[in-house]
């Protein structure tokens, strides 16, 4: 089974930026979907963007214009760069390859 290890989550003022990573323990480049995934106190947890294979992205309209997924199958990576971000944006983040395998989650926390 692949394991997902986030790192890049922290305590940030609102409109600044957050540069999410997430490493595999095995190669990436045959897995079709990736993804972010957040889940605020009380709330559901909730897709922010995924990626595929060849590139294909999508963002939750939460989150469009300012955050951008990318993946790095030479690194078995995938990342998220959040700018302009909002306390709304609070929460923990999770990588996942749905279906299969979810990392432990970094808390992103936005404050002034």
């Known amino acids: 089974q692949v394991q997902l290890v986030e790192s890049g989550g922290g305590l940030v003022q609102p409109g600044g930026s957050l540069r999410l990573s997430c490493v595999a323990s095995a190669s990436i480049f045959s897995i079709m979907t990736m993804g972010w995934y957040r889940q605020a106190p009380g709330k559901q947890r909730e897709l922010v963007a995924s990626?595929?294979?060849?590139?294909?992205?999508h963002y939750a309209d939460s989150v469009k214009g300012r955050f951008t997924i990318s993946r790095d199958g030479a690194n078995n990576a995938l990342y998220l760069q959040m700018n302009s971000l909002k306390p709304e944006d609070t929460a923990v983040y999770y990588c996942?390859?749905?279906?299969?395998?979810w990392g432990q989650g970094t808390q992103v926390t936005v404050s002034s």
């Open positions: 990626i595929t294979s060849v590139g294909y992205v």
């Open positions: 996942a390859w749905p279906g299969a395998s």
